[in-house]
């Protein structure tokens, strides 16, 4: 079974999740964004947990403009984009 990606913390994750999903291929979105778990969201900022440091630096390098688009065009918003690797 297919793991589901993790929006316990921030269920508005959701709706910018499956814009992403649509709008990347199948390898990308799994291997750089369906694990991202957000860990808060709202007008100001949306934080992020990566997986690691390698994860964080190729997430904020080749795909931070796709999730802010994606925000934007969900919510109409354009919130800081913070990525964290915590342990």
């Given at each position: 079974?297919?793991?589901?990606?993790?929006?316990?913390?921030?269920?508005?994750?959701?709706?910018?999740?499956?814009?992403?999903k649509e709008?990347?291929t199948v390898?990308?979105?799994?291997?750089?964004?369906?694990?991202?778990?957000?860990?808060?969201?709202?007008?100001?900022?949306?934080?992020?947990?990566?997986?690691?440091?390698?994860?964080?630096?190729?997430?904020?390098?080749?795909?931070?403009?796709?999730?802010?688009?994606?925000?934007?065009?969900?919510?109409?918003?354009?919130?800081?984009?913070?990525?964290?690797?915590?342990?």
């Amino acid at each position: 079974k297919e793991a589901e990606p993790n929006i316990e913390h921030c269920p508005h994750w959701l709706p910018v999740l499956n814009l992403l999903k649509e709008n990347l291929t199948v390898p990308t979105f799994d291997t750089w964004i369906k694990n991202l778990q957000c860990l808060s969201i709202d007008d100001k900022q949306v934080v992020f947990k990566a997986n690691s440091k390698y994860q964080k630096d190729w997430v904020k390098k080749n795909h931070k403009a796709d999730i802010e688009n994606a925000i934007q065009q969900v919510y109409r918003t354009q919130p800081l984009l913070v990525i964290e690797v915590v342990n």
